[in-house]
């Protein structure tokens, strides 16, 4: 076998194997902001595992803490029996993320994964009101099971569940319909209307900012009159910060700048800090109507992810942590800005929040072109959107400047080789 031979991958992995394909090469070794392949090629990671990696790959303080854990004989599984590595987390989440948030939430454990936070949200939802439907919105996505799919708005990927997806409504995401329409007002005048055929839901679920969907955000007053509108009905507000919430858009939770207290907040991806699976579903204590075993999962009790975890919230104990990845938000955003003036010819917004962020290209199949041309340079990053419009940045939250710079200078590279030249500064 040849290196970088991905021969095995082709003849023995199944067809729906997906991101091989945009990165074609074998990996074989990680750290930091950084990724290496069976050749020796290095790469600079601005992907991030799909925002499962917000602090990089093998985070030394969070590796050393497994291997102590790992070497002591800790346990491993225990599925939601007590462990001293889930009483540690359960304690330090509380004291460094919810009592200086002032957010008063009961945590459940509902699975590893992202789509079984969102599973066990909706369920609790139509429990706790007795109602069936859930409000979803536009280019929404949430997962990859039924009840997940149902509220996701990716019609390739609703087909992939092979029946029909009942029980859920899409309305018009934060601008939509452009700017000159409020969607929440149309949306109002649905449950105002007792001809509209839109019965009062269980709940309503949205992303903050649409990873999947093409980096679409919302506005701080949509999501407060959102807030409101829930309020208003008693319909309860889930916040699916899967991939925008522990500090992807500059703040743990990606709803903090709006002011809001969602009744359900639904956690992953980067929650274990090291990219070992792990979620969580909040949600406030009088909402905790579970009888015992009602939803669970094997692997719930996944205990490495629990030390790991606990050692990611170190960061945060620091305030200058926050700052620091606002801070590099701010560069890469006037870095893109910059981008869209110098080369016209990308016909470019930028689209996102924090460091989950990119620039949508009116060119069909440019935004492709060039983070495949990046990856041929050394720079992994992938794209977002219906029709893959939007190349996406997802570097580490706690990447050095002048690292985050170097990957910066290389897309700027591969855009200048791909579009006309540059504006003349003069």
Known sequence: MTQNDLQVFSQIESEVRSYC????????????????????????????????????????HMQEKLIDYIKDNGITHSLDMASTAKRTFLEKFKQVILEPRDLDYKIMFPGPTGTNTVESALKLARK??????????TNGFHGMTIGSLSVTGNETKRKGAGIPLH??????????????????????????????GVELPAAMILETVQGEGGLNTARMEWLK???????????LLIIDDVQAGV????????????????????????????????????????????????HNGTFRGFNHAFVTATAALDYWEDPKFEKSIQDKAGIVEDFLRGLTQKYPALEGEVYGRGLMIGIKSAQEGLSAQIAEEAFNRGLIMETAGMDDEVFKLFPPINIAVEDLKEGLNILEDSIKSLVKKPVSNQ
Request: negative net charge; glycine residues 12%; charged residues 25%.
């Open 21 to 60: 394909r945009g990165f074609p090469t074998v990996f074989t070794k990680a750290k930091g902001h950084k990724m290496w392949d069976e050749a020796g090629k290095e790469y600079i990671d601005f992907f991030s595992g799909a925002g499962a990696l917000n602090y990089g790959h093998n985070d030394e």
């Open 128 to 137: 706790v009101t007795g109602r069936t439907n859930v409000i979803s919105f």
């Open 167 to 196: 029980h859920a409504v899409t309305m018009p995401y934060d601008n939509f319909v452009g700017e000159e329409r409020d969607t929440l007002d149309y949306l109002e005048s649905f449950l105002e209307n007792s001809g509209s």
């Open 225 to 235: 009159k959102v807030d409101e509108i829930c309020k208003q009905y008693g319909i």
């Open 247 to 294: 500090g992807r858009t500059g703040t743990f939770f990606s709803f903090e700048p709006a002011g809001i207290k969602p009744d359900i907040v639904c956690l992953s991806k980067s929650l274990s800090g090291y990219g070992l699976p792990f979620a969580i579903t909040l949600f406030r204590p009088e909402l905790d109507i579970w009888s015992p075993g009602e």
